[in-house]
């Protein structure tokens, strides 16, 4: 009988939970953050909240992994504490959504940029076929961003050592190229006039918003600024995510009750810090505000970015037209490394799941090289079909404050696992518990509402998306 294969030490684990954070959010997202803030200093603010939350989160999840050191990770956390159900729901979730949509997000985006090089192979306009009107579709885009989840897939397939080795040089070449970009960024990017006028007046607040097809910018303050910052967190968290992967492949960690805690914390602490830093480099290249009519980058600024490409418009200002294509290889290798850290540790929580009984049976088994191969294989079928459908992007929002609420549910786990098991071998404790634990809970749950409140339109769908889980459930108890 094949067994999981401990290959996964301490850098291997840092770059896992790192190369899968990174993947295109950070480039793009602070395009729509500059839009509902209107303000450099609540712009910063609001990458800052997503990676207070993502490392408190990641040090919290440092007592539940030392508890459970095992395949499955989250969806093994919110089961000890809640019961098969709540656990089923979320792994329904990842598999449906969470974790397939990202890889098809991220393929898409990898595929996007590789575009760049080659715009006349390469679009989404060249069609192979199409179903009507409908955004289901075959195109030369898509159909690289396909070939990249299958080269990637059978890469896992052959064993974790293959996989890992594929991450650390992605996630290593990616740290270094992203360090190196804020370094040129404030040494040749930056713009006395540009930084005055960012860092003057950093938290005048406004939101701009197309209404009727002109772009309307009003002032917000108070309460608006609490609402909108909240709103925002669905590309901050959504660009800083990712980061429980680690947790996944916890029967192929050397010492998990150690490296996983330490992989966590040492990984989301230097994403957010490059997340940072990279957001300061352009405060101080572009301006916040721009034109949507502006013909050149410096004015269409970082909230008009063309595509909401931030970075290509920074790297344009710090070394001309050609280093945007630099800049556009260094997002391949994002992407690509990316989708590798994803691929890998997303099949662990189905094979954890089927072992349970509560999915496919073929999922919950392992190759010779001590792999999930078929739920490898059935990820990235899923996966190449949600790339086809190009709904990918609006499943994602849908489910984005679902993500957030599972969170909540896990770290308030710890709460509940401290009353149930109160003799468990702790080895690892959520720091300054209770307080810190509680206040993450607040605060996803604060942003989970605000959601619900200014953008009904798309968490009411995800809602739905996890209620249909429980039908799927009593299916598979049943069958059990």
């Not at 959504?97 to 306009?125: E, N, R």
């Not at 930056?190 to 960012?198: F, G, P």
């Not at 949600?386 to 994602?396: A, N, P, V």
Request: proline letters at 3%; aromatic letters at 12%; glycine letters at 10%.
């Amino acid at each position: 009988m094949a067994n999981f294969k401990k290959e996964i030490r301490l850098y291997d684990a840092v770059m896992l939970v790192s190369g899968s954070m990174i993947g295109s959010g950070i480039f793009i997202v602070s395009s729509d953050v500059a839009k509902e803030v209107g303000a450099s200093g609540w712009l910063l603010v609001s990458w800052i909240i997503a990676g207070v939350l993502t490392m408190v989160g990641a040090l919290c999840y440092g007592e539940l992994t030392a508890m459970f050191p095992h395949a499955g990770g989250q969806y093994v956390f919110l089961q000890k504490a809640y019961g098969r159900l709540t656990g089923f729901l979320y792994g329904w979730s990842f598999f449906a959504v969470i974790q397939t949509g990202t890889i098809a997000a991220v393929a898409v985006a990898f595929a996007t940029y590789s575009g760049v090089l080659f715009p006349d192979y390469i679009s989404d306009k060249h069609e192979f076929f199409s179903i009507g009107d409908t955004s289901f579709k075959l195109t030369s885009q898509r159909l690289l961003a396909i070939a990249s989840i299958i080269i990637l897939t059978y890469s896992n397939t052959r064993g974790v050592k293959e996989g890992k080795i594929i991450q650390n040089i992605f996630s290593t070449t990616k740290l270094i190229a992203i360090a190196l970009l804020i370094i040129l960024g404030f040494i040749l990017g930056s713009n006395a006039d540009v930084i005055s006028q960012n860092f003057s007046n950093m938290f005048d607040a406004s939101s701009t918003k197309e209404i009727n097809g002109q772009w309307v910018t009003t002032a917000i303050g108070g309460f608006g600024i609490i609402l909108a910052l909240g709103v925002t967190q669905v590309g901050t968290l959504f660009s800083s995510d990712s980061w429980n992967g680690l947790t996944f492949a916890g029967d192929e960690v050397v010492e998990p009750k150690k490296t996983i805690p330490r992989g966590l914390a040492i990984g989301t602490l230097v994403v957010t810090v490059l997340y940072l830093l990279m957001n300061v480099a352009y405060l101080c290249i572009l301006p916040l505000k721009g034109d949507p009519n502006g013909t050149d980058v410096l004015s269409r600024g970082i909230q008009f970015a063309s595509e909401k490409r931030v970075a290509a418009a920074a790297a344009t200002l710090i070394g001309g037209q050609g280093f945007s294509i630099v800049v556009a290889l260094m997002i391949m290798v994002s992407t690509f490394g990316c989708n590798n850290g994803l691929i890998l540790s997303g099949s662990r929580v189905y094979y954890t799941m089927a072992k349970d009984g509560l999915f496919f049976k073929n999922f919950g088994k392992l190759s010779e090289n001590g792999v999930p191969k078929n739920a490898l294989w059935w990820q990235c079928l899923w996966a190449c079909f949600l790339c086809l459908t190009g709904k990918y992007g609006d499943l994602l929002d849908y489910l984005m404050n679902v993500v957030i609420l599972f969170y909540a549910f896990t770290i308030y786990g710890i709460f509940i696992l401290r009353r149930k098991m109160p003799e468990a071998e702790r080895p690892i404790k959520a720091p300054g518990y209770p307080i810190i634990p509680m206040l993450y809970v607040i605060a996803t749950s604060v942003i989970v509402l605000i959601l619900i409140k200014e953008k009904p339109e798309f968490t009411l769908p995800g809602l739905i998306i996890v209620a249909i889980g429980v039908p799927v459930y009593l299916w598979f108890n049943k069958k059990k």
